[in-house]
C-alpha cells in the first residue's frame, strides 16, 4: 500500500522560504514521477510542480517558477519542494502526490496517491 507523509508547512512572512518533505513508501519509489499540488480556501485543487523518475525532468506551474524548485532523493524514498520568495497567494494545503504508472512521462494528471497535506500560510 502506498504512504506519502508530507511535513515541513508552517506560518512564514512573505518573502521568506519554506522546504516541503513528502516520503513514500509502499511501491519501488524511483520508478514513479513525483509531484506537488495545493488547495487554497475556497478553490480548486492546482498542479505546482512535477519531477520525473529519473530526476531529469521537472514542471512546474507558470505562478511559482522561478521561486519554487522541486527536487528526489530516490536513496531516501524523498521528494522535496524548496519554496523561496514566497507569496501570500501561496497560502494552500500542498499535497504530494505519486504517478500511477512506472517509466511515466511527466505531467500534470495520473496521479494516483496523494498525502494527507501540510499547511502553508503565507503572511503579509
Given at each position: 500500500?502506498?504512504?506519502?507523509?508530507?511535513?515541513?508547512?508552517?506560518?512564514?512572512?512573505?518573502g521568506g522560504s519554506l522546504r516541503l518533505s513528502c516520503v513514500a513508501s509502499g511501491r519501488t519509489f524511483r520508478l514513479y514521477?513525483?509531484?506537488?499540488?495545493?488547495?487554497?480556501?475556497?478553490?480548486?485543487?492546482?498542479?505546482?510542480?512535477?519531477?520525473?523518475?529519473?530526476?531529469?525532468s521537472t514542471a512546474y506551474a507558470d505562478s511559482v517558477k522561478g521561486r519554487f524548485t522541486i527536487s528526489r532523493d530516490n536513496?531516501?524514498?524523498?521528494?522535496?519542494?524548496?519554496?523561496?520568495?514566497?507569496?501570500?497567494?501561496?497560502?494552500?494545503?500542498?499535497?504530494?502526490?505519486?504517478?500511477?504508472?512506472?517509466?511515466?512521462?511527466?505531467?500534470?494528471?495520473?496521479?494516483?496517491?496523494?498525502?494527507?497535506?501540510?499547511?502553508?500560510?503565507?503572511?503579509?
Amino acid at each position: 500500500q502506498v504512504q506519502l507523509v508530507e511535513s515541513g508547512g508552517g506560518l512564514v512572512q512573505a518573502g521568506g522560504s519554506l522546504r516541503l518533505s513528502c516520503v513514500a513508501s509502499g511501491r519501488t519509489f524511483r520508478l514513479y514521477n513525483m509531484a506537488w499540488f495545493r488547495q487554497a480556501p475556497g478553490k480548486e485543487r492546482e498542479f505546482v510542480a512535477a519531477i520525473r523518475w529519473s530526476g531529469g525532468s521537472t514542471a512546474y506551474a507558470d505562478s511559482v517558477k522561478g521561486r519554487f524548485t522541486i527536487s528526489r532523493d530516490n536513496a531516501k524514498n524523498t521528494v522535496y519542494l524548496q519554496m523561496n520568495s514566497l507569496k501570500p497567494e501561496d497560502t494552500a494545503v500542498y499535497y504530494c502526490a505519486e504517478d500511477r504508472s512506472a517509466y511515466g512521462s511527466l505531467r500534470e494528471d495520473g496521479y494516483a496517491y496523494w498525502g494527507q497535506g501540510t499547511q502553508v500560510t503565507v503572511s503579509s
